[in-house]
């Protein structure tokens, strides 16, 4: 039945976007931490992936979550000489985090999964009403 696999292939999105916005999250509760010792480096954001793969039950491609890899853009400094982690230069190490793309990759990623659940619905809309037609 196709809105069988509307269901499971919708369902994958849901959980791929979950993982994402789990990442995220993350990466916004980490946007100010620093390190624990002097010269250390900071949390560094971590980027997450998806793959396409196919489902031999479905036979269909459904998303699923890729590896989270680290970013490894440069850390920024900022200068603040009485800081644990300050180096000998009184610099310490911030993580490569900008909230404000992280805040446009939650959004993106919550209307995905509102898109995938508009899919759930919308295909529960139409097994409702094949069973009222068949109950009528």
């Given at each position: ?34 390190a624990h010792t002097p010269g250390g480096d900071p949390y560094r954001r971590q980027v997450p992936s998806f793959r ?26 900022r200068h603040e000489p009485g800081h644990p982690a300050a180096d000998e230069d009184g610099y310490v190490k911030t ?42």
């Open positions: 039945m196709d809105l069988v696999k509307s269901f499971k292939i919708a369902a994958s999105g849901l959980t791929a976007q979950t993982g994402r916005m789990r990442v995220i999250a993350e990466n916004m509760a980490n946007a100010n931490s620093t396409a793969e196919f489902d031999r039950e479905l036979q269909a491609n459904v998303v699923r979550p890729g590896p989270i890899r680290p970013d490894r853009s440069e850390f920024s400094l993580p490569n985090v900008d909230p404000l793309i992280e805040s446009m990759d939650m959004r993106e990623a919550q209307r995905s999964y509102e898109a995938n659940l508009n899919v759930v619905r919308a295909a529960r809309g139409m097994v409702m009403r094949t069973l009222d037609i068949l109950r009528g």
